[in-house]
């Protein structure tokens, strides 16, 4: 492909949001959850780990420890006893304890922003915009491995650190559309531009595509 201008990329890019988002209105997060600590919870579980297996998890979990107070009074050692099937279920009930621990000693309010977010323990950059996003509707494109590969793929970046990635994807789409840009971009990876062996022929966007047809590797 010759070089695409700034402004022809971004143009390529809300035409690709728009076919994904007509394609598929449904979109959303698939991981189950009531309200802001819950989401918290959720996505710290789901680091490295289907967002279908943390739901399996997370019912009996939210039912045990309706507040951060009653993860507090738990113990890293019984948290991970009741999410043991999720990966690194050490490491995360250990955080989630922490966590917890912080926030309620905090009155259990959730940081709204995502750099105060980020401070938690077990939070990185992608769960805090995440959480951020879904709970506070604060814009952000946060990059899992569907939005980074896809975007790749797509020639939104060449990046592969997340950071960078999202820096790249910002540039292409105005601040209210980051949230959805994102979601749309992790169906789709899901559904139809797969790691090993993307859907070409059928995609919606092939023919907004660089690699499209091209042997793929990641
Ligand atoms: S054309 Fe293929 S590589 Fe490009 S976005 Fe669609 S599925 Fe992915």
Request: hydrophobic share 40%; aromatic share 6%.
């Amino acid at each position: 492909m010759a070089r695409e201008s700034k402004e022809a990329k971004r143009a390529r890019a809300k035409t690709v949001v728009d076919a994904l988002a007509r394609q598929m209105p449904e979109a959303k997060i698939e991981l189950t959850y009531g309200d802001e600590l819950q989401l918290l919870v959720a996505v710290m579980l789901s680091a490295q780990c289907t967002d279908k297996l943390v739901n399996t998890v997370t019912p009996a979990l939210f039912a045990r420890h309706p507040t951060a107070a009653h993860y507090a009074r738990s113990t890293p050692a019984l948290l991970g006893e009741q999410i043991r099937r999720v990966g690194l279920w050490r490491t995360k009930a250990k955080n989630l304890h922490a966590t917890m621990t912080l926030l309620a000693a905090e009155g259990g309010t959730i940081p709204r922003t995502r750099a105060a977010l980020e401070e938690l323990p077990g939070v990185g950059w992608k769960t805090a915009g995440v959480v951020a996003n879904h709970a506070f509707g604060t814009p952000a494109l946060p990059v899992d491995t569907h939005v980074g590969r896809v975007s790749r793929r797509l020639g939104f970046t060449a990046q592969e650190d997340p950071r960078k990635v999202e820096s790249d994807l910002s540039l292409l789409w105005p601040p209210e559309r980051w949230g959805l840009a994102h979601q749309l971009l992790i169906w789709h990876g899901r559904r139809t531009c797969f790691a090993r062996k993307p859907l070409c022929s059928t995609c919606v966007v092939a023919e907004h595509c660089p690699r499209k047809g091209v042997k793929l590797s990641g």
